[in-house]
C-alpha cells in the first residue's frame, strides 16, 4: 500500500480528531455564557471562603500541568515511542470493534495492505488519539473548575481565568495528527 493510501486510512481519524477538538473546545465557550447568564441572574453575589477558591485554583493548576507535561510524557515520549514501534502489530485486535468484540473485515483488509512500519505507525495513532481526548478532558476540567466558582459565588468574573487557560492548554495541543506521523517516521523509522 503506497503513501497515499497510508494517509487515506489516516484521514478520517485526523477528522475526527479535529472534530472533537472543536466540540470540547466550543464547550468552553458554552461554559462562559452558561455562567454569564446564571450569575446575571443573581441578585446580589454569595460571599465564598477563600479556601474554596485555593482549592479549586490548586486543583485547576494541577490538572493543567497534568494535562500540559504529564500526560504527553506519560504516553508519548520518546522511549513509549520507540516502545510501540518496536512491537509487532495485530492488525485484527486494530480492526476489532472494542465494544462488540466483532471484526470489521472492511477495515481489516485495508489494515492488511499496510507496510509493516505503517502499521505500526496507525497503532501509534490510536495512542495519540486516546492521548488527545485525555488532555481535552483535563482541559475542559479547568474550565469546570471555573465554572463551579462563579456558581457558588455568583461572581461571572471568577470563571475568566480559569476558561482562559482552559482555552489556551486546548489551543496548545491542536490535533494535526498527520505531522505528528510524518515527524514520527522520519525521526524513528526512517531506513525502515
Given at each position: 500500500?503506497?503513501?497515499?493510501?497510508?494517509?487515506?486510512?489516516?484521514?478520517?481519524?485526523?477528522?475526527?480528531?479535529?472534530?472533537?477538538?472543536?466540540?470540547?473546545?466550543?464547550?468552553?465557550?458554552?461554559?462562559?455564557?452558561?455562567?454569564?447568564?446564571?450569575?446575571?441572574?443573581?441578585?446580589?453575589?454569595?460571599?465564598?471562603?477563600?479556601?474554596?477558591?485555593?482549592?479549586?485554583a490548586a486543583v485547576a493548576l494541577v490538572d493543567?500541568?497534568?494535562?500540559?507535561?504529564?500526560?504527553?510524557?506519560?504516553?508519548?515520549?520518546?522511549?513509549?515511542?520507540?516502545?510501540?514501534?518496536?512491537?509487532?502489530?495485530?492488525?485484527?485486535?486494530?480492526?476489532?470493534?472494542?465494544?462488540?468484540?466483532?471484526?470489521?473485515?472492511?477495515?481489516?483488509?485495508?489494515?492488511?495492505?499496510?507496510?509493516?512500519?505503517?502499521?505500526?505507525?496507525?497503532?501509534?495513532?490510536?495512542?495519540?488519539?486516546?492521548?488527545?481526548?485525555?488532555?481535552?478532558?483535563?482541559?475542559?476540567?479547568?474550565?469546570?473548575?471555573?465554572?463551579?466558582?462563579?456558581?457558588?459565588?455568583?461572581?461571572?468574573?471568577?470563571?475568566?481565568?480559569?476558561?482562559?487557560?482552559?482555552?489556551?492548554?486546548?489551543?496548545?495541543?491542536?490535533?494535526?495528527?498527520?505531522?505528528?506521523?510524518?515527524?514520527?517516521?522520519?525521526?524513528?523509522?526512517?531506513?525502515?
Open positions: 500500500m503506497g503513501l497515499g493510501d497510508f494517509e487515506a486510512v489516516l484521514k478520517p481519524k485526523s477528522n475526527i480528531s479535529k472534530m472533537i477538538w472543536v466540540a470540547l473546545t466550543f464547550t468552553h465557550l458554552l461554559l462562559i455564557f452558561m455562567a454569564y447568564f446564571l450569575t446575571s441572574q443573581i441578585a446580589e453575589p454569595k460571599h465564598i471562603e477563600p479556601t474554596i477558591v485555593y482549592a479549586l493543567g500541568l497534568i494535562s500540559f507535561f504529564v500526560i504527553p510524557n506519560l504516553f508519548l515520549s520518546e522511549t513509549k515511542i520507540k516502545d510501540a514501534l518496536s512491537t509487532e502489530v495485530n492488525i485484527k485486535t486494530l480492526a476489532t470493534d472494542s465494544e462488540t468484540g466483532q471484526l470489521d473485515t472492511n477495515i481489516l483488509s485495508k489494515y492488511e495492505k499496510l507496510s509493516s512500519s505503517e502499521r505500526k505507525l496507525l497503532k501509534l495513532s490510536m495512542i495519540y488519539f486516546t492521548v488527545l481526548v485525555l488532555r481535552l478532558a483535563l482541559n475542559e476540567a479547568v474550565t469546570l473548575f471555573g465554572f463551579v466558582l462563579a456558581f457558588l459565588s455568583g461572581k461571572f468574573v471568577m470563571l475568566l481565568p480559569f476558561a482562559a487557560v482552559g482555552i489556551m492548554l486546548n489551543f496548545s495541543i491542536f490535533p494535526n495528527l498527520e505531522r505528528f506521523m510524518e515527524e514520527t517516521k522520519n525521526n524513528y523509522l526512517a531506513g525502515i
